[in-house]
C-alpha cells in the first residue's frame, strides 16, 4: 500500500501538473470574484468562507478523472482488480484516494490562507476555512472516487464525473461553510458543524472506496 501511494504521489506530480492547475484555478475563481461583486470589504469578508469552499470543491473535481485513468491505460487497473477480492481493492482504492488528495488536493489547503487574504477575511476565519478544508475535501475525494470508478471507461468521463459528484458534495459544502463561519460569527457555532464534517469524512472514508471497488469490478466484469 505504500508503495502504491508513493508510486501515485510520482504519478500525479509528473502527469501534467495537476496539483499546479487546481491551485491556478482556485486562484483564477478567488480573484475574479471580487470584479464581479464589487470592491465592498465587508461584503468579501463575509462571502469568504464560502467562496474558498466552492473554489476548492470546484479545483477538486478537476483532477478526479485521472484517480483511474493512468491504471487502465498501462492494463494495471484490470490486475488491482482480479487478483484481490472486494475488501482488497477497497483498501486499494482507499490508498489511491489518499495519494491522489495528497498530491493534488492538499496544495489548495495550503494555498488557501493566502486566498482568503485576497478576501479581506479575518485571521481567525482564515485559519478556521483552512481547518475544514483540510478536514473536509478528503470526503470529496472519497466521493469522486465512486464517479471515477463509473466513468473510467466511459469518453469524456470527466464532465460525467462532475455531474454525479457535485450534487452529492452538499451536505460536505453546507457543514464545512457552516463551521468556518461559526468561527468568526458569535452566534453561529463552531464545533458542532465542525464535527459532523468529520464525522462525514470518517463515513465516506469507508463507503466511497467500498462503492468505487464494486463499480470498478462491475465494469471488468
Known amino acids: 500500500m505504500l508503495a502504491l501511494f508513493l508510486r501515485d ?128 475535501t478528503p470526503a470529496i475525494t472519497f466521493i469522486g472516487a465512486a464517479g471515477a470508478a463509473v466513468a473510467v471507461a466511459l469518453p469524456r468521463g470527466g464532465l460525467l464525473i462532475s455531474v454525479l459528484v457535485l450534487p452529492l458534495t452538499i451536505p460536505v459544502l453546507i457543514f464545512g461553510v457552516s463551521a468556518s463561519y461559526g468561527a468568526v460569527a458569535d452566534p453561529a457555532p463552531f464545533l458542532q458543524p465542525f464535527l459532523i464534517l468529520a464525522a462525514l469524512t470518517l463515513f465516506l472514508a469507508v463507503i466511497g472506496p467500498l462503492a468505487a471497488a464494486l463499480a470498478l469490478r462491475h465494469g471488468t466484469d
Open 9 to 136: 504521489i510520482r504519478l500525479s506530480i509528473r502527469a501534467g501538473g495537476g496539483a499546479l492547475i487546481g491551485v491556478i484555478f482556485f486562484l483564477a475563481v478567488i480573484v475574479t470574484i471580487p470584479f464581479g461583486v464589487g470592491p465592498d470589504l465587508n461584503l468579501l469578508a463575509r462571502i469568504g468562507p464560502a467562496i474558498l469552499w466552492i473554489a476548492a470543491l470546484l479545483a477538486c473535481l478537476l483532477g478526479l478523472d485521472r484517480l483511474f485513468q493512468a491504471d487502465r491505460e498501462d492494463g494495471s487497473l484490470d490486475l488491482l482488480v482480479l487478483n484481490g477480492d472486494r475488501h482488497m481493492l477497497a483498501l486499494t482504492v482507499l490508498t489511491k484516494c489518499l495519494a491522489h488528495w495528497a498530491g493534488s488536493v492538499l496544495p489548495l489547503v495550503v494555498a488557501a490562507p493566502l486566498l482568503g487574504l485576497f478576501m479581506n477575511m479575518e485571521p481567525l476565519g482564515i485559519g478556521a476555512t483552512a481547518l475544514t478544508l483540510l478536514i473536509g
